[in-house]
C-alpha cells in the first residue's frame, strides 16, 4: 500500500556553511547529513557534490581559493580537507580543535575554531600559524574590507577582528543577538546572523550604526553576497537555501523539511510531532514543516497527555511541557538514548542504544534497568497490558522483554527501527528494505504493509558521537508511531502517513 507524504522531501537537510563556487553555483555544506551539495540559484536544483561516506564526515564550512579548489572544515575530527578542481582530496591539517569557520584570501587560508579558548589560524603548507587565541567559540567569518578578519564570539555575543599578519584582536560589537556568522556586503556593510528562532541579522555600517532585520528564518547558519549584492542565507534548523531581501522578505530557494528522520508521535488531538536534531517540528497544511520549538538535540518523542517527553542521543531524557515552554531533565549520561514510550504507571521506557539496554525511568526520575545484554536496542513500544517491546537494528529482530530476558517475536529483519503497537499488532519498519512490516503479537505471523520507503539502514561505522565535547552527527533512525485514529506514520524524508 502507499502512504500519503504529509511533508516534501528535504533536499538539503541541515545547510549550514555556503560560499559562491567558480561555477556560479553556491556551495552549502551540510553537517547533518556529512555531504556538501551545489544549487543553482536560477532553478533551485540541488546535486550533491561530496556524497557522505567519504573521507569528509561532518562538513560544517567551505571556501574557495583562486585556483577553484575547495576548502573545507570537517568539524567533529578536527581535519581540514582540501578538494582540488579534479576532485580529489588532500588533508590540510588534522592539528586543530573543532575547525569551523574557514575563508580563503587569495591563495591563503586562515580558520578558526568553535571552542572555548579557541583561535583563528592561517594554515601554510601543513603550518599552523595563530593569529588570535582565546575565543568564545568562533564560527563563519569573513575579510573585512579594512583587511581584517571578524569572526563572532557565539558565546559572549561578540565580534572581533584581528589584522591578516598578526597584532592584538580588537572589539568590534557587542551585545550580539546570538551570532553565528559574519558576512560583508558588496557595500561593506557587516551582518551578523543570530542563531536563535527568530532569524535575527544585525547590520552595522562603517560609522558603527546597527539595524536590526528579522527574517523568520529559524536557525540561521550562514550566508553569501552574490555579484548583485543579493543575500543567501542557510539554516542548520530547517535546511533550504533562502534568498533574504533586504526589506526582510524571503524567497525561497530550496524549501526547508526536516533535517531526520528520528523521532515521531501523535498527540491526543492527532497533532504529530517530530524530533529534528535541533527542534521539535510538524507539519503544516501545504506540505512543508512547522518548527514549534528550538531544542537542541531532540531524537526519541512521545506524547503524554499535554506532555511530551524526549531523548537526546547525547545521553538526556527530559520532559517538556509545550504550554510553558518548561523542560524537566530526567536523566542525564545514558549511552544513546533513542525511542522512548510511556507506560501506564506514567514511567518512561527508554531504548538506551549504545548501552544495549532498555531502562525505565519513574516519576522520582530514578532509573532501573528492564533488560540488558542487548546488541543495539533502537526504539521500544508497549502493549495494552504495558508489555515492553524493542526493535534492534544490529540483531535484526522484535523482541519482547519478559522478566528482564529478551523473547523474540520476529528475528531475521532487515535492520528494522521505528516501532509501534496497535492492537495485537507490533509495527515496524525493516530499514535494510525500505519496508513497512506488521507483525501479530499472538501468533507471531507478519505482513508487509508498505515498500520503497525512503529510509536508510545504519551507517556500518557511525560518526564519533562526541568530539572534545562537542557533539557530533546523530544516527538516523526511522521513527514510527500510532494515531488516535490508528493511522500509521513514519518518519523517513519527512512524514508519511499510512491508514493501515
Known amino acids: 500500500m502507499s502512504g500519503t507524504r ?45 556524497p557522505e561516506g567519504g573521507p569528509v564526515q561532518s562538513p560544517d564550512d567551505l571556501a574557495f581559493g583562486a585556483d577553484g579548489s575547495m576548502y573545507i572544515t570537517d568539524l567533529v575530527p578536527g581535519r581540514v580537507w582540501r578538494r582540488d578542481p579534479g576532485g580529489e582530496f588532500q588533508l590540510v591539517t588534522e592539528e586543530l580543535r573543532l575547525p569551523n569557520g574557514i575563508t580563503c584570501v587569495g591563495d591563503r587560508l586562515f580558520v578558526n575554531e568553535m ?36 569572526y563572532p564570539h557565539m558565546l559572549t555575543g561578540q565580534v572581533f577582528r584581528v589584522p591578516l599578519d598578526g597584532g592584538a584582536p580588537e572589539l568590534v560589537a557587542e551585545e550580539v543577538h546570538e551570532p553565528v556568522a559574519v558576512r560583508f556586503d558588496r557595500g561593506g556593510v557587516l551582518h551578523v546572523l543570530s542563531r ?161 539496554r532498555v531502562v525505565a525511568i519513574d516519576s522520582a526520575d530514578e532509573v532501573s534497568v528492564l533488560a540488558e545484554g542487548l546488541d543495539h536496542p533502537v526504539d521500544v513500544a508497549l502493549d495494552p497490558s504495558d508489555r515492553v517491546y524493542f526493535s534492534d537494528d544490529h540483531r535484526g529482530g522484535v523482541f519482547r522483554i519478559e522478566d528482564g530476558d529478551a523473547v523474540p517475536i520476529a528475528t531475521e529483519l532487515g535492520a528494522p527501527q521505528g516501532l509501534a503497537v496497535r492492537g495485537d499488532e507490533v509495527f515496524t519498519v525493516e530499514t535494510t528494505h525500505g519496508r513497512l512490516r506488521a507483525i501479530s503479537l499472538s501468533t507471531g505471523e507478519s505482513r508487509i504493509e508498505a515498500t520503497d520507503l525512503a529510509v536508510a539502514p545504519p551507517p556500518a561505522e557511525p560518526r564519533a558521537l562526541f568530539a572534545d565535547g562537542m557533539p557530533g552527527a546523530p544516527i538516523p533512525f526511522a521513527g514510527l508511531a500510532v494515531g488516535p485514529d490508528g493511522a500509521v506514520y513514519l518518519a523517513a524524508e519527512g512524514i508519511v502517513r499510512f491508514q493501515v
Not at 538539503?12 to 556551495?27: E, I
Not at 533574504?244 to 498527540?267: A, C, K, N, S
Request: glycine share 16%; aromatic share 6%.
Open 6 to 50: 504529509l511533508t516534501r522531501p528535504n533536499p538539503l537537510p541541515g545547510s549550514n556553511g555556503v560560499a559562491f563556487g567558480p561555477d556560479g553555483r553556491l556551495y552549502v555544506a551540510q553537517f547533518l547529513a556529512g555531504r556538501i551539495s551545489a544549487v543553482d540559484l536560477g532553478s533551485g536544483d540541488v546535486e550533491i557534490v561530496v
Open 115 to 150: 571552542r572555548p579558548g579557541g583561535r583563528v589560524v592561517e594554515l601554510t603548507g601543513g603550518t599552523v600559524r595563530v593569529l588570535a587565541d582565546g575565543l568564545a567559540m568562533g564560527n563563519a567569518m569573513q575579510l573585512g574590507p579594512d583587511g581584517c578578519l571578524y
Open 196 to 356: 536563535g528562532a527568530a532569524g535575527i541579522v544585525t547590520r552595522i555600517d562603517g560609522s558603527g550604526d546597527r539595524s536590526l532585520l528579522t527574517s523568520g528564518v529559524v536557525g540561521l547558519d550562514n550566508a553569501a553576497f552574490d555579484a548583485e549584492n543579493r543575500m543567501f542565507v542557510s539554516s542548520y534548523a530547517s535546511g533550504g537555501l533562502a534568498e533574504l531581501h533586504p526589506d526582510g522578505r524571503i524567497r525561497q530557494v530550496v524549501e526547508p523539511g526536516f533535517g531526520g528522520p528520528y523521532g515521531v508521535t501523535v498527540d491526543l488531538g492527532g497533532r504529530v510531532h517530530a524530533g529534528d536534531h535541533y527542534r521539535l517540528a510538524s507539519p503544516d497544511p501545504s506540505g512543508g514543516v512547522r518548527t514549534d520549538e528550538l531544542l537542541i538535540f531532540t531524537h526519541g518523542v512521545v506524547a503524554d497527555g499535554e506532555l511530551l517527553h524526549l531523548t537526546s542521543q547525547y545521553g538526556q531524557v527530559s520532559t517538556y511541557d509545550p504550554a510553558t515552554g518548561e523542560s524537566r531533565l530526567r536523566a542525564n549520561g545514558l549511552a544513546r538514548p533513542m525511542g522512548i514510550a510511556v507506560r501506564a504507571d506514567g514511567a518512561l521506557v527508554v531504548a538506551e542504544a549504545d548501552a544495549g
